[in-house]
């Protein structure tokens, strides 16, 4: 059989046909993280180096054990200012993490308008937004919550779960709801932290003492994921300070895991 370079054309057309059936989308492309370091932008007071939750901070208040995670999985992390259309349309992923409050820098980058109206567009588009708060006073709310409640997720100014004098277990959660992000997990750590009010679609992922502290909602072809604390910092995400009953690196993964798959792009092991 002679094979002309016209069949070839239609055996390549057929491939590209049958890829896209079977693995729609780009599902074999990687993945791209982003965090924001433009709401949340505090620099150190001694050095003037930006500080607390980012990828590059390996202290207790940075997000490097979280970023190795991701990179574990096969995506790729990047840090990202402020979130206009060209910057969201590189991201699957963009997490905010705690912005600031005027106690934090003395001129915070607040969630304005513009960032709300380029955010919920991105994420009606396909984007995975996870948004994770704080407890009062640390956080700013309001201008938050005018980001948060598009998707139906309401902080309140509160600070629950406190722990006194390292007595861990005052943080313990240990009734855990049967969500993919505690598949294995039998007790988290959580420590000041907002709970939230929701509607518009919004479901509950977690309640502590009739509280609702963590959320989710599908939002268009996106995807939000909002806690009222941080999280995983590198202090809280493994046992550097936490007895070995606790299992926020389990949760890590999880939660990792849950947010890449929520793209629809493929993660490795």
């Known amino acids: 059989m002679k094979i002309t370079v016209k069949y070839m054309l239609r055996i390549l057309l057929l491939f590209v046909l049958l890829s896209a059936m079977f693995f729609p989308g780009n599902v074999y492309s990687q993945p791209v993280v982003a965090l924001d370091n433009w709401f949340n932008r505090e620099t150190h007071p001694r050095t003037g180096i930006p500080y607390h939750y980012l990828w590059t901070d390996t202290e207790f208040g940075g997000y490097s054990e979280w970023g190795r995670i991701f990179k574990a999985r096969g995506a790729e992390i990047t840090t990202v200012e402020k979130p206009d259309r060209a910057v969201l349309k590189g991201a699957d992923v963009y997490i905010i993490v705690d912005p600031d409050s005027t106690s934090e820098s003395p001129s915070p980058n607040y969630i304005l308008p513009e960032d709300i109206r380029a955010i ?112 995983f910092c590198n202090k809280y995400i493994d046992h550097a300070i936490l007895p070995e009953s606790f299992e926020n690196l389990k949760a890590a993964k999880n939660l990792t895991d849950l947010l890449l798959e929520k793209t629809g792009k493929r993660i490795t092991e």
Do not use: Q
């Open 120 to 231: 919920k567009r991105w994420v009606r588009r396909g984007g995975v937004l996870a948004i994770f708060a704080n407890g009062g006073p640390e956080c700013e709310f309001t201008h938050l919550n005018r980001l948060a409640s598009k998707f139906g997720i309401r902080f309140n100014h509160v600070s629950l779960n406190p722990v006194i004098n390292d007595n861990w277990e005052m943080g313990a959660i240990t009734s855990l709801s049967g969500h993919p992000l505690f598949r294995g997990v039998s007790k988290i750590f959580l420590t000041e932290i907002s709970d939230m009010n929701l509607r518009k679609g919004a479901k509950p992922v977690l309640r502590a003492g009739g509280r609702i502290v963590m959320a989710e909602n599908n939002f268009g072809r996106g995807y939000v994921f909002a806690i009222g604390d941080p999280w």
